[in-house]
């Protein structure tokens, strides 16, 4: 299975999973080596932890690890979608020449 088809799989997955509004208080790492307190709920959770991940400096739309769990779940925009697909298919090009 090639990674689209691998990222197709995942989105579909993930349609399936409920949306709810719960919201959580937890105390979490932030950039400076210290801890706060937040109340958030999922959304907020996989924007901070996909922060951390990536280093504090980039947005998680610009993940470009497919293969992680929250890829899927990380906030795509349609410009992205669009960018991601244009890349596979100049991967896909390069492979074939």
């Not at 197709?8 to 719960?22: G, N, V």
């Amino acid at each position: 299975m090639n990674t689209a088809e691998h990222m197709r799989k995942i989105q579909l997955m993930a349609q399936d999973i409920p949306r709810t509004s719960t919201t959580v208080s937890h105390t979490i790492r932030t950039r400076d080596g210290g801890t706060k307190e937040l109340k958030y709920g999922r959304a907020k959770a996989i924007k901070l932890f996909c922060t951390e991940c990536l280093g504090w400096g980039d947005h998680p739309k610009d993940c470009t690890s497919p293969l992680c769990p929250l890829f899927p779940f990380r906030g795509l925009t349609l410009l992205s979608q669009h960018s991601t697909a244009d890349e596979n298919d100049t991967d896909e090009q390069e492979t074939e020449e």
